[in-house]
């Protein structure tokens, strides 16, 4: 018989984090293997209520715990928010083409990333920690609202900040609005792309974060002097199936799902309705 | 191809026996439509043959309404579907190009798809809102079927497609091999057909229908005036042949998720809306538009063939009563 494309694997949920009042990332053991590369994304299910895409906020390299990072938005995502240690919950995938790494050797990688729209930058940072060496400089520029609604806190401003000095790796972070205590910036996230010095001759920017914030940074690169080719954009769109089928999933005649959810712009300029 | 031929009487007699062993349905005439019924001994004279595409599209048959996919499949019998027009088989190269010929092979889909023989019938009598021919679908078949039936003297000609078609006829003495001045005759009887629907679509031109990909904004959606009586209703994405677009939802209890997929209408404001509620086609208009696009650019991309297979299924069974070929001619011209 062949595999039921809709089958999940069953995971057990081993810990729950609240990263922000609105935001938390579940660990998952899964069953059985799911392997998965930066940029793919699954469809996680809660038995009785439904499906939804998320992209792995863990390293694809850590093969024993996935990781989800999600925002409270409606019906599935309030479930997963009251998740629980020992609950069950299954995982299908991974769906989607995968950053395409080797193409971004050698080069300066610019990652932009606002809100929840961290979490898929998560694994694509970590993935790229792991082979740091094949890059020539990482610039993180990072955003949230306030400071409250920064996840990954200790993560992204003390542990990974203090890589800074080991290797060619900067931070340019933001807030939009800021309160006593924040010692970084404040404005809206394509703010830290002004001054910014990159030779966008040999650079990529990898852009993720809700739909407003991905129109302005692309148009801000634009500017800036990247290509639409070196533009690389995680598109969101309501889904099912993550396979082809449902169509719910079309930006023109382009699958987020199967094609996707990782674009560069080249592909994306000139399709209807684009921008949220 | 080899083509035989039966008279009425033989065929009568030839389905007499098959009922017996197998689920068969075919288009019978029911109040002022013509729809699928399950043939019976009792209804073997009513059967409506060749007239033209039956009011459902062949997808009843191989994606219900709604249909668990996880976590067992339903058990389903071997059926056989009489009356699918020729419109009706252009419109199965996509359900396979989507369902089986990617990647991933739905379930479902494969498990009815192996269920089903398929006996098509030429149209000899296409309704006013036929419009095949605009989109260089004929309407008799050629290929795509198991059996195909083009009515012929006091008669039919058969078509065999497939070795499960020509197991289906088994050796029944009925059968004669076809004359060829029949086949000459049924080549001039197709044409006339053709004609006439050319004929009768003259007022509308799909011409430049390829260059529907440059009239996505909003505005272009607004000129033909129909488009604003659309209510939203979903009857043109149901009865249409290649509207594939579904939901999965799940019904499970406890630590089991028990899947179905549910059809869905990308007219429907809810279709695409995400989370927030922010939707990527917010208004009636870009709604509208998308339903066309896809069947005249995205599927068109994504297979190499046209979404629509002009059956007109959408305009008789619009509920606004607009009619798509007025609504793309006017878009078309208001483009140039
Ligand atoms: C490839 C991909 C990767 C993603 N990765 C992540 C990730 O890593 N983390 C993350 O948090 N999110 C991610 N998302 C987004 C996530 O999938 C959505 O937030 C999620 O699907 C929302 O599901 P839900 O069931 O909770 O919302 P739903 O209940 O479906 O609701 C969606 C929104 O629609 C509104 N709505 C629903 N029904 C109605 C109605 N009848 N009337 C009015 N409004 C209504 C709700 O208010 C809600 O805001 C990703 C999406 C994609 C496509
Ligand atoms: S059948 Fe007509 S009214 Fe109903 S959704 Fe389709 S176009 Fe709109
Ligand atoms: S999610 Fe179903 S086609 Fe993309």
Known sequence: MEKNIYESIRCMVTGVEEESPSIKTVMLKPERDFSFSAGQFASLSVPGVGEAPFTPSSSPCEKECLEFTVMKAGRVTSAIHSLRKGDIVGVRGPYGKPYPLDSFRGKEILLVGGGVGLAPLRALFLALLATSADYKRIIFCCGAKTPQDYIYKEKILDQWHSLCGKMPLSFRITVDQKCPGWRFGEGVVTKTLDGLDVDTGNSVAVVCGPPIMMKFTTLKLLEIGYGDTQIYLSMERKMYCGVGHCRHCLIGDLFVCKDGPVFTYSQLKGKPNLWV | ?336
């Open chain 2, 1 to 336: 191809m080899e083509t035989l031929y039966i008279s009425t009487r033989n065929w009568r007699s030839f389905l007499k026996g098959r009922i017996e062993e197998r689920r068969i349905y075919a288009p019978f005439d029911s109040r002022n439509v013509t729809c699928y019924g399950r043939v019976s001994n009792s209804n073997l004279e009513d059967i409506v043959y060749c007239r033209a595409r039956p009011a459902e599209p062949l997808k009843m048959f191989l994606m219900p309404f709604r249909e668990r996919s996880c976590p067992s499949l339903p058990e389903i019998p071997d059926i056989v579907v009489m009356g699918a027009a020729a419109c009706d088989l252009a419109a199965l190269r996509i359900l396979d190009a989507v369902f089986l010929n990617g990647q991933y092979k739905d379930p479902n889909y494969h498990m009815r798809r192996n269920h089903t023989l398929i006996v098509s019938f030429d149209c000899l009598a296409p309704y006013p809102s036929c419009f095949c021919e605009l989109v260089q679908i004929h309407p008799y078949a050629e290929s795509g079927f198991d059996l195909n039936i083009s009515l012929y003297g006091e008669g039919m000609l058969v078509d065999i497609g497939s070795d499960r078609g020509r197991e289906f006829l088994g050796n029944d003495r009925g059968f004669l091999a076809a004359e060829e001045e029949a086949l000459r005759n049924r080549r001039e009887s197709r044409r006339q057909v053709s004609e006439y629907i050319i004929e009768k679509n003259r007022s509308h031109d799909l011409k430049q229908v390829s260059k529907l990909r440059e009239t996505f904004h909003t505005e272009f959606w607004k000129v033909p005036k129909e488009v604003e009586n659309c209510v939203q209703c979903g009857s043109c994405t149901n009865n249409c042949p290649t509207c594939v677009c579904f939901i999965i939802e799940d019904t499970g209890k406890e630590d089991v998720s028990v899947k179905q997929k549910v059809w869905d209408s990308c007219l429907f404001p809810g279709y695409a809306r995400m989370a927030a509620g922010s939707s990527p086609r917010p208004t009636l208009y870009d709604r509208y538009a998308n339903r066309l696009l896809c069947k005249y650019w995205y599927m068109p991309e994504n297979f190499t063939f046209t979404g629509c297979t002009g059956c007109g299924r959408c305009i008789s069974g619009c509920i606004g009563k607009i009619d798509k070929r007025a609504v793309l001619t006017e878009v078309l011209r208001e483009k140039r």
